[in-house]
């Protein structure tokens, strides 16, 4: 079990693993291009092997993406589809590129338009994705806080995701924050025994490859995407002492989206609080 965090990777993506070390994350997380725009930077040749040879030297990794905020694979405007669908083509691109395991991302929302009338365009947008990027990099998708219609707050409804688009190539990244706002009582010993056995049901096992740890301003159920440090929030050191120790997470490396103790994003302080946790085995003392 890696502890990890999103970082910055402006400047030069090499630039991302020098934050990483500065804060003692042993997996990253970044953007490649704005968070909230469509243009996205070309990274050269040279960055592209600066970034290799930093990872070679310490041995940071695994790596993912993020993608953008402005992708929504249900929306009824078909051109916004396509720009997502371009983006994270982009994304996967350049997963291939820098050895990135592949882009962690939110699907989207049906606008109210229902989850089972969108679905035949989401299973064509993430064939269209797959259809035309290198086959190393991993699609993985990011479950929601359930808040505006969002598509993938359930696991029911990422496996049937994952069913109909029928490729190996589609993962799944669980937010710690995300499913206890969706009702997900993670933070809960006999709680999470039961989020993970239905995760196994619907998903399976398998193809979970990361988890991003936050924890979370809003209660149980509450629906809202809001992070908070480790311990600061419902989910609580005690709560993640629960998430650290089940064997599903053993091998999955967890990447930190929390907004730090000065907010300036993942800092030491997170980090370290999690490795502590960690059991023997799993990288701890």
């Not at 396509?82 to 691109?93: A, C, E, H, N, W």
């Not at 997900?184 to 998903?203: N, Q, S, T, W």
């Amino acid at each position: 079990m890696k502890i990890g965090a999103h970082v910055s990777a402006s400047g030069s993506i090499d630039k991302a693993i020098g934050r990483a070390e500065e804060i003692g994350a042993e997996a990253i997380q970044m953007f490649v291009s704005g968070p909230t725009t469509w243009r996205v930077k070309q990274h050269s040749e040279d960055e592209v092997e600066a970034y290799r040879a930093r990872v070679e030297e310490t041995d940071i990794q695994p790596a993912f993406f993020h993608g953008i905020y402005l992708i929504n694979l249900g929306s009824q405007d078909l051109e916004l589809v396509r720009k997502g669908i371009d983006s994270l083509v982009t994304y996967q691109t350049a997963a291939a590129r820098i050895g990135c395991l592949g882009t962690i991302f939110h699907v989207g929302s049906h606008k109210g338009f229902g989850f089972d009338a969108v679905l035949p365009q989401v299973i064509g947008a993430f064939r269209d994705v797959l259809d035309n990027t290198p086959e190393e990099p991993w699609l993985i998708i990011e479950n929601s806080a359930g808040m505006g219609n969002s598509i993938g707050a359930s696991f029911t409804q990422i496996g049937k995701i994952i069913r109909e688009v029928g490729s190996d190539r589609v993962k799944v990244c669980i937010d710690t924050q995300h499913s206890f706002a969706n009702g997900y009582h993670v933070g809960d010993k006999g709680g999470l025994a039961d989020v993970m056995d239905e995760f196994e049901r619907e998903i399976g096992l398998e193809r979970l490859v990361a988890v991003h740890a936050n924890d979370s301003k809003c209660e149980l159920d509450g629906g809202l995407d809001r992070h908070e440090n480790i311990g600061e929030g419902y989910i609580g050191l005690e709560g993640f002492e629960v998430i650290t120790a089940h064997p599903a997470f053993e091998d999955v490396p967890f990447l930190l989206e929390v907004p730090g103790v000065e907010r300036g994003g993942p800092d030491r302080k997170n980090i370290d609080t999690l490795k502590a946790m960690r059991p023997e085995g799993m990288g701890g003392k």
